[in-house]
């Protein structure tokens, strides 16, 4: 069963008139960049408390929606950080996609998967988890930038903020 989120309207902008080339002062760039952040960080929100996980990855989705609540409310900062990096912004933006009808939905799940791993592995490379945090299901391969790393399969990175054990 693929997993279903609530479409979250994006707050619409007026047409930018001095994106490509700013005027003096403008802060056109920074309201842009701002809006998508806003709309990665709430469907980034919607994609980690997925409650249509199968049941195979019901555990590990409770466990990040966990993580994820808890850096929400008391250290935004890592979490937007991460969702910065391209290979984690990428995968909601995928998911988003597919899950509006305009991509293959069958690949949500594996989506959600990878998504679930390196944002993990960023969040602990960040030294921002609250404790220590687990994944069992992990994806073939994902990419963590903030840890210089191209597999984080078998990580297991200790910080003074927690540990995060991927061992899927």
Known sequence: MAPRTTE???PRLAPPKDLTIPERDSHTARDVLSAAMRRLLVDFRHLAANTAASPEDRADVEAFARVVDHLYRSAPGPLV????????GALIRCARKALAGDGDVTQVPATLRE??????AEFAAASALPGPARLTRLPPRALCLGARADSVRGLH???GHGDVLLDG
């Open 8 to 10: 979250v309207p994006a």
């Open 81 to 88: 950080s991460a969702l910065r990096r391209p290979t984690v």
């Open 115 to 120: 998504l679930r791993a390196v944002a993990l």
């Open 157 to 159: 990175h200790q910080s």
